[in-house]
C-alpha cells in the first residue's frame, strides 16, 4: 500500500493483494446471503466480514484520517475494486442492490467506511436505503441533487438542514466519467478577515431541505454557516438552500462562495476509488457531464456515516 499526501488530500493505494482478502471476504457473505433482500441492519452486519479483512495499513491510514485529519479532510482511497464487470447501472438512486457485483462493492464501501462510525440514512430520501445509486436519472440533469449530469452540482454539504447530517460520506465509483470532476473545499482553507468570520458564526442564515427529501414540512431551520473550535472549524453551507437574513450575513457569505472556488479541490473519480469526505468540515461540488441513459453511464454508490456512537444509539434505528 502506497500513501502519499497531494493537492487531492490524503490518499492511499491499495494493491490488487491487499484489496483481495477484502473480496474474498465478500465472496463468502454473498455465497449466503442475497443482499437484495436484506434490511439495512442486515447488511451493515454482513459488511462486518469485509471490514475484518481490511488491510492494517488501511485501517491506520483511516485512523490518522479520522483522528487528526493533518493531510486534509477528505481521503481518496484507491484500488478497492478488482477489474470486474458492474453491468447496466440503474437509473433510480432507490434501486435496489441488483446482481453480485453491486453487492460486493456495497459490501466493500459499507465494511471501510465503518471504520468511521454507523452507516444510517433519513428515511425521506431516496426510499431510505442505506447504499444509494448516485447516477444520472432522465429528466433530472439539471436538478440540484445527485441525480443531475448536463448541470453544475453546486456547493452544497449533505442535508445541511438537518443537526442530524452524516458527519462522513463515502463515494465508491463502479464506474467514471472523465468530465465529472468530484469538488471539494475544507472550512480550515478558506481565508477571511474577522469581522466576516464572526457573521458566518452567528444564527443568521436559514437553510431549507432539499429536494431529494420527501418531506411533509420542508420549513428551513436557523444556522450558522460557520462553528466549531477555531483550529477545527465546521461548515453548513448550500449554494441553493442557504439564505442569508440580512445584508451583512448576504455579504458575508458572497465572501466565503469567493473563497470556496478559491481553495478548492478536484478529482475525477475512477473504477475503485473510495473518496470520504467529512461532511462537517468540507462542502463538495460535482463539475457536468453527459448521460447517456443506456446502462453505461458514470456510476458511485453512496452511504452516510454517523460518527457519535451516544448520537447513532440516541436515535434508536438505522434509517431516521
Ligand atoms: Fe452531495
Redesign the pocket.
Known amino acids: 500500500m502506497t500513501t502519499l499526501p497531494t493537492a487531492a488530500g490524503h490518499v492511499v493505494s491499495l494493491r490488487p493483494a491487499e484489496s483481495a482478502p477484502m473480496w474474498r471476504a465478500g465472496d463468502e457473505v454473498l455465497r449466503a446471503t442475497d443482499l437484495a433482500r436484506s434490511d439495512p441492519d442486515e447488511l451493515t452486519a454482513a459488511a462486518t466480514a469485509v471490514a475484518a479483512a481490511i488491510p492494517s495499513a488501511l485501517v491506520r491510514a483511516v485512523h490518522s484520517y479520522r483522528s487528526r485529519a493533518e493531510h486534509g479532510d477528505v481521503l481518496l482511497i484507491r484500488g478497492t475494486l478488482p477489474e470486474t464487470d458492474f453491468g447496466a447501472n440503474p437509473s433510480a438512486s432507490a434501486a435496489p442492490l441488483a446482481g453480485h457485483g453491486v453487492q460486493h462493492a456495497a459490501l466493500q464501501l459499507l465494511g471501510i467506511m465503518m471504520l468511521l462510525g454507523e452507516p444510517f440514512n433519513f428515511r425521506t430520501l431516496y426510499e431510505g436505503k442505506l447504499v444509494q445509486h448516485v447516477v444520472p436519472a432522465p429528466n433530472m440533469e439539471f436538478t440540484q441533487t ?1 441525480e443531475s449530469s448536463s448541470g453544475m452540482l453546486d456547493w ?1 454539504v ?1 442535508d445541511g438542514f438537518s443537526p442530524d447530517r452524516c458527519d462522513y460520506f463515502g463515494l465508491l465509483c463502479l464506474r467514471g466519467s472523465e468530465a465529472a470532476v468530484t469538488r471539494y473545499a475544507a472550512a480550515r482553507d478558506v481565508v477571511l478577515d474577522e469581522r466576516t468570520r464572526r457573521i458566518l458564526g452567528e444564527p443568521r442564515f436559514e437553510m431549507a431541505p432539499d429536494s431529494a427529501h420527501v418531506l411533509d414540512d420542508d420549513s428551513p431551520c436557523r444556522t450558522p454557516v460557520l462553528s466549531g473550535a477555531p483550529h477545527a472549524p465546521e461548515i453548513c453551507y448550500d449554494d441553493h438552500y442557504l439564505t442569508p437574513l440580512d445584508g451583512e450575513a448576504a455579504e458575508a457569505l458572497r465572501e466565503l462562495r469567493t473563497q470556496l472556488d478559491a481553495v478548492h479541490q478536484g478529482h475525477v473519480l475512477r473504477t475503485g476509488d473510495l473518496l470520504v469526505v467529512d461532511n462537517r468540515r468540507v462542502v ?1 461540488s460535482r463539475t457536468p457531464f453527459t448521460a447517456r441513459h443506456d446502462g453505461t453511464d458514470r456510476w458511485l454508490l453512496r452511504t452516510m456515516v454517523c460518527a457519535s456512537l451516544p448520537r447513532f444509539r440516541a436515535r434508536g434505528r438505522r434509517i431516521i
Open positions: 445527485s452544497h449533505e463538495h
